[in-house]
C-alpha cells in the first residue's frame, strides 16, 4: 500500500527555517516527478514546489528564492529547505506526486510560524 509519511515541521519565529520529510514507499519512486502542497485554513491545497526525476526543480512563486526542493531517491524521499520564513507560510504540508496529486495524501505536516 502506498503511503506518504510527512515530517519535520512545526512552530518558528518570522525569518526561521524548518526541513521538512516525506518518506514515500512508492514503487519507482526515482521515476516520479514529486511536489510539495500547503493547504492553509480556509484556503485550497496549493503546490510550492516540485522536482522531477531528473531533478529539475520548479517552485511557486511565493516561495521562490526561500524555499529548496531535493529528493533522495535511494531513501525514497523528498526534502524541503524551508529559509526566510513568512507568517504566510503557515499551513500543513503534504507531499505527492506533481504537478497532479495522484497518490493517497498522508497525514501531512504542520508548520506555524509567528510574526
Known amino acids: 500500500q502506498v503511503q506518504l509519511v510527512e515530517s519535520g515541521g512545526g512552530l518558528v519565529q518570522s525569518g526561521g527555517s524548518l526541513r521538512l520529510s516525506c518518506a514515500a514507499s512508492?514503487?519507482?519512486?526515482?521515476?516520479?516527478?514529486m511536489g510539495w502542497y500547503r493547504q492553509a485554513p480556509g484556503k485550497e491545497r496549493e503546490l510550492v514546489a516540485s522536482?522531477?526525476?531528473?531533478?529539475?526543480?520548479n517552485y511557486a512563486d511565493s516561495v521562490k528564492g526561500r524555499f529548496t526542493i531535493s529528493r533522495d531517491n535511494g531513501k525514497r524521499t523528498v526534502y524541503l529547505q524551508m529559509n526566510g520564513l513568512k507568517a504566510e507560510d503557515t499551513a500543513v504540508y503534504f507531499c505527492?506526486?506533481?504537478?497532479?496529486?495522484?497518490?493517497?495524501w498522508g497525514q501531512g505536516t504542520q508548520v506555524t510560524v509567528s510574526s
Open positions: 512508492v514503487n519507482f519512486f526515482r521515476l516520479y516527478t
Open positions: 505527492n506526486r506533481g504537478p497532479t496529486a495522484s497518490l493517497n
Open positions: 522536482i522531477t526525476s531528473s531533478s529539475e526543480k
